[in-house]
């Protein structure tokens, strides 16, 4: 082989570089990417609607990295969520229950007395 024939396999043109959908998905999704726009709709100069759209797209662990974790405390989309928002609920009612229950009987029977219902020891 001449230092010519080697020069042209060096040098030879190469064809465009072909990525697949694969590794695009992955490097988005390792790196995240944010897309940001805004919709408005005006008539005659009057802004009628106005939309701000931010959309960011990563895996879970790129959006946790970022600070994003709205998912895990969303009853909508976390059983966990919706346990604990379910827990917190029951608290509360059964706060307000023993608040009501531990009122003195004039005050319970004054209640009842504004709300139309006869009081249940008087006959």
Request: glycine letters at 4%; charged letters at 35%.
């Amino acid at each position: 082989m001449t230092d010519l024939d080697f020069r042209q396999e060096a040098y030879a043109p190469s064809g465009p570089q072909t990525t697949n959908l694969a590794d695009i998905l992955e490097r988005v999704l390792d790196k995240g990417i944010v897309i940001a726009g805004d919709i408005k709709i005006d008539l005659l100069d009057i802004e009628l609607l106005t939309i701000r759209l931010r959309l960011f797209v990563a895996s879970v662990d790129t959006a946790k990295k970022a600070g994003i974790d709205w998912w895990e405390t969303d009853p909508a989309l976390s059983s966990h969520a919706a346990r604990n928002a379910l827990q917190d609920e029951n608290r509360e009612l059964r706060a307000r229950l023993e608040a009501l229950e531990s009122r003195p009987s004039d005050a319970r029977e004054q209640q009842e007395q504004e709300s139309g219902t006869k009081p249940s020891s008087r006959r």
